[in-house]
């Protein structure tokens, strides 16, 4: 039996072949506490294999990334585990524009909040549905057109460190379970061999 949340997601990870409808199950029954703290303990291969093992599971869309209860400009977090060697917790919070159908809309808003956030910049960006799966791309090529209220100042990603950082990149968001998500990010369309576990509040 497992000792903690994050042992049982790594026992389902660690299995020969990922079975989704299981490490859905599993964290679908855990708190909200003890996702973040399941997701927050998976490191770089297994989050590798995840994404592999996510494509075509369940489609992920934009108003599970904001539910419709939420109003338009208030920011729904994400709690965030990445691949990077360094800095590795973040979080993406994300908003739905004003004049969005709550129920199904066309664009989302918002920015990484991290620890180097003062000189990486928040890293804007604007959600959408993939061209081609049902996916959600995170463009980090799009900002929004005003920042909410209590937001960072709009900065765009492709000056500065913003540009090494968030420049011409667009994260790949596949479902996971009801609030998890696994996203890949590419630069100028190449994949950067970088992933990331987001797990959103309640």
């Given at each position: 039996m497992a000792?903690?949340?994050?042992?049982?997601?790594?026992?389902?990870?660690?299995?020969?072949?990922?079975?989704m409808e299981s490490v859905a199950a599993f964290l679908d029954g855990l708190t909200h506490a003890e996702r973040v703290e399941a997701t927050r303990s998976v490191g770089r291969k297994p989050q590798a294999r995840l994404y592999r093992a996510a494509k075509?599971?369940?489609?992920?869309?934009?108003?599970?990334?904001?539910?419709?209860?939420?109003?338009?400009?208030?920011?729904?977090?994400?709690?965030?585990k990445n691949s990077l060697p360094a800095f590795t917790q973040f979080e993406k919070r994300f908003c739905r524009p004003p004049g969005q159908d709550?129920?199904?809309?066309?664009?989302?808003?918002?920015?990484?909040?991290?620890t180097l956030q003062p000189l990486t910049g928040p890293g804007y960006y604007v959600a959408r549905p993939?061209?081609?799966?049902?996916?959600?791309?995170?463009?980090?090529?799009?900002?929004?057109?005003?920042?909410?209220a209590g937001w960072?100042?709009?900065?765009?990603?492709?000056?500065g460190l913003s540009r090494f950082v968030y420049g011409f990149m667009i994260?790949?968001?596949?479902?996971?379970?009801?609030?998890?998500?696994?996203?890949?990010?590419?630069?100028?369309?190449k994949d950067l061999g970088s992933w990331f576990l987001l797990t959103r509040e309640p």
């Open positions: 000792n903690s949340p994050s042992d049982g997601l790594l026992g389902l990870l660690g299995q020969d072949e990922i079975e075509g599971f369940a489609p992920v869309r934009l108003e599970e990334l904001v539910p419709p209860g939420v109003g338009d400009g208030k920011a729904v977090r994400h709690f965030g709550p129920g199904a809309p066309q664009e989302l808003w918002g920015f990484n909040f991290q993939s061209p081609d799966a049902p996916e959600v791309w995170v463009d980090y090529n799009l900002v929004p057109s005003e920042a909410p960072p100042p709009l900065r765009s990603n492709e000056t994260d790949t968001l596949r479902r996971v379970s009801e609030h998890v998500t696994i996203g890949s990010a590419a630069r100028r369309g």
